[in-house]
């Protein structure tokens, strides 16, 4: 390991090390070699959702090859119709099984953007393009709101489509598909990526494309920006303080790149800054350390690896390398504390740096705290990586 603070190196190496156990030859649906989430997922054997984009981006520097098959896998899995769906169960008493109807965030792109990066292969972008330019128009016609953006399905009926199980932005909404501050950047984030794409193969844009790009990005900025409290929210609640809360959700339009410039340094500044809110000792927590709802259960206050990634992300794609080097430093010194008492990665960790044994998951069922060695939300040597490049655009 070349990358990181040495102390980070136990926890680093233990994670290679779980990534090799997680790895399968090709089997049913799946026709490429493809990684468990991870040998402690409490209703595992599984593969997919965003946890194979975050094994995917783990895996960059050490294994590109497996890296790569992530996608290939992901993207094998599209339905006619033009859906990805999102977890399938990879059980050996049962045939692969998944929900025809559900979809996950396409954060993928953002994996085979890098991807490509290092290998430069047209052919495998095309094969890319042609995925996502279908994965567009499934969203466009199976997932646009009544009033202007995009949606999930936990707003109708609580599968948790987002990835979000059981956000509190969830807990009270009024009915009807309404736009959700994530739905509406992930699909943002797919028209930019396949407008940089068809760019890249055929040397064009698409004129309508980027309308629809710019469109969606004006709705996100003047529609679900809250200039009064700085952040985004769903439609349903920015300009209703009874249904408003501070989420990490509405961090998304700064990791996509839809905030403006005044709109992304004021979050990160003011909230994902403020160890009063979102700097807790683990970052990031899910809500706000100051929101009244917030509470040490899954995605209502814990913090994700992934998502402290994400949010990093966020900050270096506005220039923000120091602030996003805390945040990458900070999550890191916190697994690896924990990693030294507990002899394993976690899920999730509580964001004020307890244990994550006294964290709770699901209360109603029988797995009620984080999962051990859960590889799917752990992405700590491509942190690692981002935390290396931070430290260097500094100086």
Not at 189 to 196: E, F, N, Q, S
Not at 287 to 296: M, N, P, R, T
Not at 319 to 332: C, F, I, T, V
Request: some cysteine.
């Amino acid at each position: 390991m070349n990358y990181g603070k040495s102390e980070w190196g136990p926890v680093l190496d233990y994670v290679k090390m779980l990534h090799g156990k997680s790895q399968f030859q090709p089997q049913g649906v799946l026709p490429y070699p493809w990684e468990d989430i991870g040998p402690g997922y409490c209703y595992g054997p599984a593969f997919g959702h965003w946890d194979a984009v975050h094994i995917a981006l783990d895996l960059l520097e050490d294994d590109p090859a497996q890296a790569r098959y992530q996608i290939d896998n992901l993207i094998s899995l599209q339905q006619e119709d033009g859906m990805i769906p999102s977890i399938i169960w990879m059980r050996e008493d049962a045939p692969a099984d998944w929900a025809p109807d559900q979809t996950h965030p396409p954060v993928w792109v953002s994996a085979a953007d890098l991807i490509y990066g290092r290998n430069r292969d047209k052919a495998w972008l095309k094969t890319c393009a042609d995925a996502l330019e279908r994965q567009v128009s499934w969203f466009e016609h199976s997932r646009r709101a009544m009033d202007g953006g995009f949606y999930y399905t936990d707003i109708k009926n609580h599968l948790w489509e987002s990835g979000v199980d059981e956000g509190i932005r969830f807990m009270e909404v009024p009915e009807g598909e309404k736009s959700c501050v994530d739905a509406c950047s992930h699909v943002y984030l797919m028209y930019d990526r396949l407008l940089a794409w068809q760019q890249e193969l055929y040397g064009i844009r698409d004129r309508t494309l980027e309308e629809k790009r710019d469109g969606l990005g004006q709705y996100i900025r003047n529609v679900l920006y809250d200039r009064e409290t700085g952040f985004f929210y769903d439609s349903w609640s920015v300009d209703c303080p009874k249904y408003r809360h501070l989420c990490l959700e509405g961090f998304w339009p700064v990791i996509v790149g839809a905030a403006d410039p005044e709109q992304a340094g004021y979050i990160i500044e003011r909230h994902m800054m403020n160890e009063q809110e979102f700097l807790s000792r683990h970052p990031v927590p899910t809500v706000s350390l100051q929101d009244s709802l917030y509470e040490k259960r899954m995605w209502r206050g814990p913090a994700w690896n992934s998502m402290t990634m994400w949010a990093a992300r966020g900050c270096m794609r506005y220039g923000r390398y120091e602030e996003a080097g805390r945040l990458l430093e900070a999550a890191l010194d916190g697994t690896s504390r924990i990693y030294s008492q507990t002899g394993c990665i976690w899920e999730f960790y509580d964001s004020l740096g307890g244990r994550p044994e006294q964290v709770q998951r699901k209360p109603q069922t029988g797995f009620n705290m984080p999962c051990r060695d859960y590889l799917g939300h752990n992405p700590l040597h491509y942190m690692a990586g981002l935390w290396e490049e931070c430290r260097h655009a500094k100086r």
